[in-house]
């Protein structure tokens, strides 16, 4: 899942984007409002974490205006002023939930996860493709019942590929989902990830395969002959 963290404090981006990406998030980091409408006309978010007070404007009523224009992302606000009339503010601008700084980020993912499983742009808890089963919120992965261990690089990858089922995945698609902006990736990065992921459902007894799509992409497509058996 990728997060649009938008704060200006370098510190506090700095600790929560490590903690995100150790729970298989991932973050692209900007530091003022301009930037983040960027980085929104330029990749699509699960989720938004924003700062009220930016260098810029005001992050609650750029919320309250992203909401007027249709936007539904699910959106956490977070700043250390904490009196009640601004939280009410908070909420009624749109916000999902509120923070006040310093931020648990033990905290914070707690309540991140709880907004994605009720947020409406996911349809279903629980996303079912042959034998295997995958929780988008917990981040796991199971086949046949028995959770597999999978990096969070190779876990992105299978959350692309099983959105788009049985369609031919770009490489470009995949790419620009897993990295965040300022991560630099291999030429060979994808390359290896689908490696290892076909490796492990291999070795799992998954009835589903990855397959190539030469010059374009990938495809998740169930895998006929081990299905029948």
Sequence with gaps: MRVLLVDHHSDFTHAVKGALLNFGFAVDVTHTLDDAAAALDYARYDILLLELVLPDGDGLGWLKQM??????MPAIMMSRLNDLGRRIAIFNAGADDFLPKPVSTEEL??????ILRRSTQMTAPIVTFGNLNFDPVARQVSVGGRLLRIARREVGILEHLLSRAGRTVPRASLEDRLYAFDNEVSANALEVGIYRLRTLLNQSGATLRIKTARGVGYVLELNVATSAA
Aim: aromatic share 0%; proline share 0%; no cysteine.
């Design 67 to 72: 909401r007027r224009e249709g936007g539904s």
């Design 109 to 114: 993912i707690a309540r991140m996860r709880a």
